[in-house]
Nanobody
Framework: VQLAESGGGSVQSGGSLRLSCEAS??????VAWFRQAPGQEREGVAI???????NYAESVRGRFTISRDNIKHIAHLQMDKLTPQDTARYYC???????????????WGLGTQVTVSS
């Protein structure tokens, strides 16, 4: 499966963005979003299972919402109340494990840049 992220951009603090992840084929059981800022390790942001259960990193809980449409093979990450600390490249991944551990995911997109200015 190939993944393609879109929807990134530049926004002011407090603003919103909606990221999309389009799959060339079927998603695996779980779809997750990760992010990586320069000089930082890749960190998990949100994950959604095939049964629609979700989990979020504490830093984004209550501000970000993950969703998926299995018919259209697309997943979204709605990001609200953005802060400069959310600035990073955001990646979509799909795999079999319901854990926000990048080492457990085999299939990745190339990412989309999100920049939040103060």
């Amino acid at each position: 499966v190939q993944l393609a992220e879109s929807g990134g951009g530049s926004v002011q603090s407090g603003g919103s963005l909606r990221l999309s992840c389009e799959a060339s084929g079927l998603f695996y059981e779980n779809v997750a979003w990760f992010r990586q800022a320069p000089g930082q390790e890749r960190e998990g942001v949100a994950i959604i299972g095939g049964d629609r259960r979700t989990n979020y990193a504490e830093s984004v809980r209550g501000r970000f919402t993950i969703s998926r449409d299995n018919i259209k093979h697309i997943a979204h990450l709605q990001m609200d109340k953005l802060t400069p600390q959310d600035t990073a490249r955001y990646y979509c991944a799909t795999g079999w494990n319901f854990e926000l551990d990048p080492g457990l995911f085999r299939y990745w997109g190339l990412g989309t840049q999100v920049t939040v200015s103060s």
